[in-house]
């Protein structure tokens, strides 16, 4: 909220950012869940409807069944789906995020990073192929981390701390990146900013928690936390040199 009072022309490029982070979101979603949900599950379910076509009380017992089978598999294809379509988009706008942290870092240190608050469709075109294996290697990441949660007892708080840091570092890596064009070196950076990462990360973990919503809010709320980091890093920085 301080950011968006005090740095100039940001809550127009934050618009900008909604606008096409929630595009890439809903078009990834939309085509990974029509795109399985024709190919694979609806044979499947046509399949399911002809084995309970008897007549009888066992009968409609398994078709009952067989409906509950088909409702959930739909409602964890649609969770898993928008859960890549996050993880996807996040990569994708990661160029738009370096931006505004740019744009972030300019304001407070008098327009040293402006270079780097430009956000061109040109550039991020190019980029689009390391955005993915960005994407692929998280998505592998919060798969181990949901193995985890396997681990009787303190399985579920692993999950949630790892993938808040994995959330944590989409937050803050935008950040270490504009710090480190500026010629900060990245290892000295990341100290201290632990628990930060992990803080920054929470939110989102448990906004996943919450269907539909929570899934419709995430791309959002990443945004924002992109922008607050940046400006609670900076802040912290002035107050470490005062």
């Known amino acids: 909220r301080q950011a968006l009072r005090e740095?100039?022309?940001?809550?127009?490029?934050?618009?900008?950012?909604?606008?096409?982070?929630?595009?890439?979101?809903?078009a990834v979603a939309a085509l990974v869940y029509y795109g399985i949900f024709?190919?694979?599950l609806q044979p499947?379910?046509?399949?399911?409807?002809?084995w309970a076509t008897g007549e009888g009380f066992l009968w409609d017992v398994l078709a009952l069944l067989l409906g509950l089978?088909?409702?959930?598999?739909?409602?964890?294809?649609?969770?898993?789906?928008?859960?890549f379509s996050l993880l996807i988009s996040l990569?994708?706008?990661s160029m738009w995020f370096e931006a505004l942290a740019a744009r972030v870092v300019a304001h407070c240190?008098?327009?040293?990073?402006?270079?780097?608050?430009?956000?061109?469709?040109?550039?991020?075109?190019?980029?689009?192929?390391?955005?993915?294996?960005?994407?692929?290697?998280?998505?592998?990441?919060?798969?181990?981390?949901?193995?985890?949660?396997?681990?009787?007892?303190?399985?579920?708080?692993?999950?949630i701390v790892i993938d808040g840091y994995l959330l944590g570092w989409e937050v803050r890596d935008p950040y270490l990146v504009v710090r480190e064009v500026l010629g900060e070196e990245r290892k000295q950076l990341r100290k201290?900013?632990?628990?930060?990462?992990?803080?920054?990360?929470?939110?989102?973990?448990?906004?996943?928690?919450?269907?539909?919503?929570?899934?419709a809010l995430l791309p959002g709320v990443m945004i924002y936390l992109?922008?607050?980091?940046?400006?609670?890093?900076e802040q912290a920085l002035r107050e470490a040199q005062a």
Not at 120 to 126: D, F, G, I, K, P
């Open 7 to 26: 740095v100039p022309g940001l809550k127009m490029f934050l618009l900008k950012g909604f606008v096409l982070n929630y595009t890439i979101f809903v």
């Open 38 to 40: 024709f190919l694979l």
């Open 44 to 50: 499947y379910l046509v399949q399911l409807d002809e």
């Open 69 to 83: 089978v088909a409702w959930l598999t739909q409602l964890m294809l649609l969770a898993a789906t928008l859960m």
């Open 91 to 93: 990569a994708l706008m």
């Open 109 to 159: 240190r008098g327009g040293v990073a402006e270079g780097r608050g430009r956000f061109t469709l040109l550039a991020w075109l190019a980029g689009i192929g390391a955005a993915l294996r960005e994407s692929l290697r998280l998505m592998v990441l919060a798969f181990a981390a949901m193995l985890l949660g396997l681990v009787p007892v303190v399985g579920p708080l692993l999950v």
């Open 192 to 215: 201290g900013l632990m628990l930060w990462t992990v803080q920054a990360g929470l939110l989102p973990v448990f906004l996943a928690m919450i269907p539909i919503l929570g899934w």
């Open 226 to 233: 992109v922008a607050g980091f940046a400006w609670r890093g």
